[in-house]
């Protein structure tokens, strides 16, 4: 019977007899890479002076040949960061990329990134709303473990089940 394989990188990972625990930090390092090569192409047009591209790649409504480009140059950045070579890079990229491009727009749309883009067009505040959209997916690509941790402002009341800090 012929063996199902879902994804490159867990066939590869069974081919260098990584565990599923090492393999998903090598997902993260993959999922970060690749948000920080889309993050370098969407800074660098927003810098150029291109943020109605940028919003209109994320918000799916550039032109397809504007769409190639962009997404022509996000794999080749991750190409050169991710550290694979031949078929087995080509695979990771083409998955990879679209899941953290997918996870972005999600994040976008939720969070009104693009209604915020358009109604102060300037280019610092756009590069300052791209950092605030990368922190955010990658809060949906990796959420916190579970361990619950939250940052309290100074002036917020300890929950009740933890003593006070005594100093």
Excluded: C, Y
């Amino acid at each position: 019977m012929k063996k199902l394989t879902f994804s490159p990188l867990f066939s590869a990972a069974r081919a260098t007899g990584l565990r599923a625990w090492q393999t998903g930090l090598l997902f993260q390092k993959a999922a970060r890479t690749a948000l920080d090569s889309i993050q370098e192409v969407l800074r660098s047009e927003v810098a150029k002076g291109n943020v109605q591209l940028v919003t209109d790649f994320l918000s799916d409504k550039a032109l397809p040949a504007a769409k190639a480009l962009l997404l022509e140059r996000m794999a080749a950045r991750l190409l050169l960061r991710i550290g694979l070579r031949g078929a087995l890079a080509t695979n990771v990229v083409g998955w990879v990329l679209p899941f953290v491009l997918e996870k972005m727009v999600r994040v976008g749309v939720k969070t009104g990134f693009f209604e915020k883009v358009k109604s102060n067009p300037s280019v610092s505040e756009a590069l300052h709303r791209l950092d605030e959209l990368k922190r955010a997916a990658w809060k949906t690509i990796a959420p916190d473990a579970g361990s619950g941790v939250e940052l309290l402002d100074d002036d917020a009341d300890l929950p009740a089940a933890l003593p006070p800090h005594k100093e």
